[in-house]
């Protein structure tokens, strides 16, 4: 039996994070559970569907294997193995919010003046577990603490260019499309169930082999287009 908690994080862009644990269990990580989540905190919501089958269709394509998937008001895809490198995770994880764009038909590039405060809170021990801030916190460790935001933000955009290159293939947008229309039914899907929807248009472990001839070139220098495009 699981119950659902909401968990203060120190990330000041997301608070509250969702999470399920066992109902005799009040112990999750570090955090400090605030409340209960009321029901209809519990009901399918159509951007966290689009955004949490992003993180799946794309984690699947990389090989990962899902454990379960939820689509409440805070998803979240919980995963059985880990990307084959930093930078499949990486690109596994921004997949999210560029596939809740999807939905409304959107393709939304932050600029760096919006990525900034990310960085200033990654590198003032203040950032939480909000995408944004995994990303950034990878980067940073990458590049070291005292590197510039030029620097990180260089390698940042690279793999942005790479994510949205995977999410504007049609066959990903119909995996996503199809895995966000069973979310929204149910609210939930078991990683197996996820595996069965998504590999009807993606193929397990078929992004693995390009993500092998991307790591090579990794260092190739990119100037991709930064800004806002619907």
Partial sequence: MTATFFVRECCRSRPDVLVRVAADDRTVGSG??????????????????????????VGIGFGMVPVEITAAYLGYVRWKTQAPSVDAHIVMTMAGDFAADMMRRWEIRPIDAELKPFLSMIREPAGGGCDRCLILRTLVGRHGIQSS????????????????????????RAAIRAVAAALMKSGHLSGEEAVAIAGAHVAPGELSETEKSDEADRNTEVHPRPGRCR
């Fill in 32 to 57: 400090e559970i605030v409340r209960t989540a009321t029901q209809a905190e519990l009901e399918p919501d159509p951007v966290t569907a689009w955004h949490e089958a992003g993180h799946a269709v």
């Fill in 149 to 172: 935001d030029e620097a990180v933000l260089s390698d940042y955009r690279q793999l942005e260019v790479r994510t949205l290159e995977i999410l504007r293939r049609s066959r990903v």
